[in-house]
DNA sequence: CTGAAAGCGCTTACAG
DNA sequence: CTGAAAGCGCTTACAG
């Protein structure tokens, strides 16, 4: 069952290539008889229209990559799902790419040694710098996202993780929290997110007039709830006693909360906890998590937009987009 | 900055495209020096094979799809991470298409009214049926994933769900269970997923020698944790009394565990619970998650298998394979 | 409003 | 071991 191609529909319509490419992009000025016609030769044959071929004669292949660490977790996993709707909406398919947070993975993400796959990529680095990022997959358009620092010349989405953590930590104030703690800070070296977050969260407690405790600081591996389970908990074993948790994001926040279920302590009453991401599961636990809630439909939207100007041909400077966020409260610290 | 072709670096090495070709391919038979030449006019020129090109002369994408319900559901991102990274070390992508659980996406999925985008198709389907999913997408392998009745021309790849659900009620039982309630069941019509589990359901309590009692049948919305909570905490205050539950899936039993916990109820010790598909956040909640673990590096090793054959020609009768899977014993319902 | 020709970037027999 | 030619399936100016 060879395929059939459109010169098969020409034929059999009687009209030339040209016009059968007409139809199937709807152009007007064709003839309704002749549409008619040629409408009729394609359901007849089952003409389905190879975007190969497509592809290669305009340049475009209509699809655009999403790079990020790992599907399984799920701010990703949510992530793609909106930035792909948004995508479908452009006329774009969204091809994902996980780099598994390894920094040679992302480098071979943006340099990309086959060519012709996507017109444009969204990227999450975790570990890349912005030198490294300057010099980005051949000459395809790239728009990061997240908490990285961005070179000059690449366009850049993200929220503001600092102030953020500042407004996580004047919460946490307001219900009379003096020993806010941090869970996890990455160990040794913090990724951009954490850095900033660490930033916000030391702000927060300065803006509140309180101290800023070292020992307070729980390091940890950072994406699995497991390990923050273990972090907080020998950290708590070791004698730290906070009043209120900051946790670096929703998973992390899970891990806290079993911890401090397993000694005992209540949340919210003898500690306060605060998530990040709000992913859907922040309301299946108990207690539901407060988190940081970025606007991940406005994310998807100014991303997407960049990215699609430069695949037009905007060749300017590197755009700095801040994208709104809330902090969504709810029992494990909730509102005065 | 005009793209590099394969003919440029053919003009600077001074070759024909072939042998650039079989350069780029690695093919052996290329005199050394004819080689070092060719790669260092690839080097310098910074070539990088279009794979439209290359698609379009061979007839292959080397691209797979995965079509599934939703990427937000948990266990759905974590089988495509797994089957993205088995398809990876075949030398395939995948491209991620999301149904949202919506019959007509389902068949627009394959029915595909473009060609030359995939070269073949891993599908789960909730909805479709047997005879819909046998008219499928052109003349594209399918492969079906889960628990769904299969054309007899379509190979099917699925745990066996009756078994796993008839282990389930074995080991509530063997808790000394009696009351062991289901939830969610759909309604008003069941996807082939919940209707195979709640067959092995019930025939697992006939085993045990315990009544099917209709009422413990907590019917809801399924994929959604919250959802699941207000279907079992409405049918708790309803004056329902289980002393087990058999949940549908991981989210509704992360549900199930705040309404229980909401009433006082203790799990396991006054209600044992059960989950589906281990998740890994099975482990991060508490107490942790008894649950039904599908292997799914099997499941993506068989699948991808399948379908590759296919690719590569084989036209026989659907093959259907049932992978492997076991029952996780955690806190929430713990061995005896 | 429609047609004929060239081209997008590769690979694949077929010669040599 | 390497070359020249044709073809994969589409679209895009350019004519008419």
Redesign the interface.
Known sequence: ?A?IRLSDVAKLAGVSPKTVSNVVHGYAHVRDTTRARVQQAIDEL?Y??????R??ATGR?MMLALAFP???I?YF??L??VI?EAAGERGY????E?SGGAREVERAILS??????VDGVLFQPVWLTSTEIAQHR??IPVVLLGENTAPLTVDHVHIDNIAAAVQVVEHLAALGRRRIAYVCAEHPRPSETSRLRLIGYQQGLEACGLPVDPSLIVSGTVGN??AA?DALGAALDAGMAPDALVCRDD?AA??A??AL??RGLRVPEDVAVTGWDDI??A????PSLTSIRADGRELARRALDLLLERIDGFDGLGRHEVVGHSLVVRESAPGV
């Open positions: 069952m395929n089952g389905r229209p190879d975007v190969r071929g592809s290669l292949t790992d599907l399984r799920p996993a949510e793609a799902h792909a398919r969204l091809l994902l996980e990309a040694d086959e060519a012709g796959i051949g000459d709830a497991d389970r998973l899970m891990g909360l079993r279920a397993e859907t599961l309301t299946a636990v108990r």
